[in-house]
């Protein structure tokens, strides 16, 4: 049985790096599906995959729900820029995260992985690729993409956390 050496075994199970592997799943699957989407779909063609939900190959040009789509291209290195000083803020701040701070650690993560899925395509394409399409009685929601689904989510953890998370200690003063 061979030994680890202590630097080996510190980075394989450094918290940070636990982390982040959980932010290139994301990152992966984003850009799998992304890749998918856009070798199988014409723009705006729609397939139904269920009776609530196609996949729609779609190009947002702004932010969420298409904020700023229309603003002749400026927003694209406004969104680049944003989301380059929101990652490192995000890294810092999983870095300095003890090891019982799971769901915190988790949420980041999440929103880390979406974030550099959705930095990836603006900086290539300009636009972020969008394919999810939900839709319920001719009323369809904003289409979105695996790295807006782990942001979303990485949001209502960190936002559940700290709402309902760890209750200050009693003792404190």
Do not use: C
Not at 43 to 62: A, C, D, I, K, S
Not at 110 to 131: E, T
């Amino acid at each position: 049985m061979s030994e680890i050496e202590p630097a080996q075994e510190e980075d394989r199970g450094s918290p940070l790096l636990r982390w982040l592997r959980l932010s290139a799943l994301v990152l992966f699957l984003d850009q799998a599906t992304k890749i998918l989407v856009e070798y199988s779909l014409e723009l705006y063609q729609r397939v139904e995959v269920l009776p609530f939900m196609n996949l729609t190959l779609m190009q947002n040009h702004g932010a969420a729900f298409s904020f700023l789509a229309d603003q002749g291209g400026w927003q694209r290195w406004f969104f680049v820029v944003l989301t380059l000083v929101i990652t490192v803020f995000l890294l810092r701040w999983l870095r300095s995260l003890p090891e019982t701070e799971k769901g915190e650690a988790i949420a980041i993560s999440l929103i880390i992985g979406g974030a550099v899925g959705n930095l990836i395509d603006r900086v290539q394409y300009g636009y972020v690729i969008d394919f999810l399409d939900f839709h319920a009685m001719g009323w369809h929601w904003p289409a979105f993409n695996v790295a807006d689904s782990a942001i979303t989510i990485g949001a209502a953890i960190l936002i559940w956390d700290s709402l309902f998370g760890n209750e200050p200690s009693q003792n404190a003063v």
